[in-house]
């Protein structure tokens, strides 16, 4: 095991910690009360939060708002699909990458890269340019898989092991909420009955000008050995390797028994974007999306918060933890996909045509949407604690997300690909998406029944602060005992 960072702890706080606490550190008069803010786990997750929302979550109101806004959805899937495919590869060499630039970095230059989505769709609504939106999504997954892996890192590494549900729900949420603010500027721009076609050019540059404010906010990210837990804890980050090491540890990472089983989740948890997309640009006309788009999230919040709140539950091991929240999630999960391919066998029969929000259907056609909306980022969110939970230090952790990132983004790209060909039929990616599911839940629970009661960097922490201690106090000794000897001399 790598060596492992961590700073002399405060000599006034005496003895060494119990077996089971974990190294606490006084700040008060070291660091100046601003930076004492701007270091703190909740600013800095606030921070992430915040480019969440600039970032993916205006690329998923985009995608929310059915085939990108368009007419017909195949062009946005095809620029989709490579976008995910680039994201993939990037994603595949992203720990090495993140490593070595520092999350700091990495969160800037995927920032930067945010505002290409919004502009090529724009380009595309207002002037027919469609090599363009095919070409950022090349561009756009490159920027935007450093971005993730830095991202996924950071989410799983930034809270203390007691709040780590509600961090990530947080982090959940704020992603959500850009669908909420994208469907809002949609419908204040869309919301006049029997428009059809694409959404009206002015709604990408609002897009565009929220995907450009995620770049200040990642200058104001801080390392990761200067964060200052809520709980007081300090991350314990490893000595830094070399180039041809961090490459070595892709295929360990990659190899190891918490991907191999968390793989099918991992390529299962964002297959469904893909079909809903195809479904929403199909069946729903352009101000129906819009009104889709704006009320999905808010159940998500509730969803999101309840489930943290059970995976925070003080009065349960861990492993009894990630066990709830496993069944919980595959348990929603299974009665939306049965809903929808039971909706979607009706439209095979009896098309639609373009549902409004005042026909008689409209609810029972969109509620399945509603509640994916839900199930899916709760799918997310406890995944990425569950990885969390068997952490040695910062830097796997971004190893690990960036392995399950990789995944994520081959079963977007395959799913956005296979909507191309499926044309206007979503019923094929429903399918494919619950038969996923059924594939995944077998080597999860396998997964869930080896997790360790403590996370293995909380262990690695409670260690060093005992040898700290234990030096501090024979140093201690030894003083008193040279005192004496001077004394008597």
């Not at 609002?206 to 007081?232: K, Y």
């Amino acid at each position: 095991m790598a060596d492992v960072k961590t700073a002399v702890p405060d000599p006034r706080e005496g003895l060494s910690p119990a077996p089971s606490a974990r190294v606490t550190y006084s700040t008060e008069t070291a660091i100046p009360r601003w930076k004492q803010i701007w270091r703190h786990s909740l600013t800095q997750m606030v921070l992430l939060s915040i480019q969440a929302f600039c970032g993916p979550a205006m690329s998923d109101a985009i995608a929310g708002l059915g085939g990108g806004g368009l007419a017909t959805p195949q062009v946005s899937n095809i620029a989709t699909a490579l976008r995910y495919a680039m994201l993939a590869c990037t994603c595949f060499m992203g720990g090495p990458i993140v490593n070595k630039l520092g999350i700091k970095w990495a969160l800037v230059i995927g920032a930067m890269s945010f505002p290409i989505q919004g502009s090529a769709y724009y380009c595309n609504s207002k002037y027919g340019i469609q090599w363009y939106l095919i070409l950022s999504g090349a561009i756009g997954g490159v920027g935007t898989g450093c971005w993730y892996v830095a991202e996924a890192g950071a989410v799983m590494t930034l809270a203390p092991s007691g709040a780590r549900g509600k961090y990530l729900a947080l982090w959940i949420v704020s992603r959500n909420l850009g669908q909420l603010v994208g469907g809002a500027i949609n419908l204040s721009k869309n919301y006049e009955k029997g428009v059809s076609g694409g959404v009206t050019p002015d709604t990408y540059i609002a897009f565009m000008i929220i995907e450009c404010m995620a770049l200040p906010f990642a200058f104001m990210i801080t390392p990761f050995e200067r964060v200052i837990r809520s709980d007081g804890t300090r991350i314990v980050t490893a000595e830094s390797l070399s180039t041809k090491q961090e490459f070595r540890q892709i295929l360990k990472t990659t190899t190891s028994k918490l991907i191999a089983l968390s793989s099918i989740w991992a390529l299962w948890s964002f297959f469904y974007s893909g079909s809903w997309s195809t479904y929403l640009g199909t069946y729903f006309s352009v101000r129906a999306r819009a009104l889709s788009s704006l009320i999905s999230p808010f159940f998500c919040i509730v969803g999101c918060f309840g489930l943290g709140f059970i995976l925070d539950a003080k009065g349960l091991s861990q492993r009894r933890r990630a066990q709830i929240g496993l069944y919980t999630v595959v348990i929603v999960n299974v009665g939306v996909y049965i809903w929808s391919i039971i909706m979607q066998v009706k439209f095979n029969r009896n098309d639609p045509g373009a549902i409004d929000w005042n026909d008689g259907l409209y609810a029972r056609s969109f509620l399945p949407y509603f509640f994916v909306q839900t199930t899916g980022p709760l799918s997310q969110s406890y995944m990425y604690w569950l990885l969390s939970s068997f952490a040695t230090d910062a830097q796997a952790n971004v190893r690990n997300g960036a392995a399950f990132r990789c995944i994520e983004a081959m079963g977007q790209a395959i799913a956005y690909g296979m909507n191309t060909q499926t044309k206007s039929n979503p019923l094929v990616g429903f399918c494919v998406t619950f038969g996923l599911l059924g594939a995944a839940v077998l080597p999860m629970v396998m997964l869930v029944n080896t997790t360790p009661d403590q996370i293995p960097a909380d262990e690695i922490a409670a260690q060093q602060s005992r040898a700290l201690g234990e030096k501090a106090g024979d140093i201690e000794v030894q003083s008193v005992r040279a005192g004496g000897e001077n004394t008597g001399k």
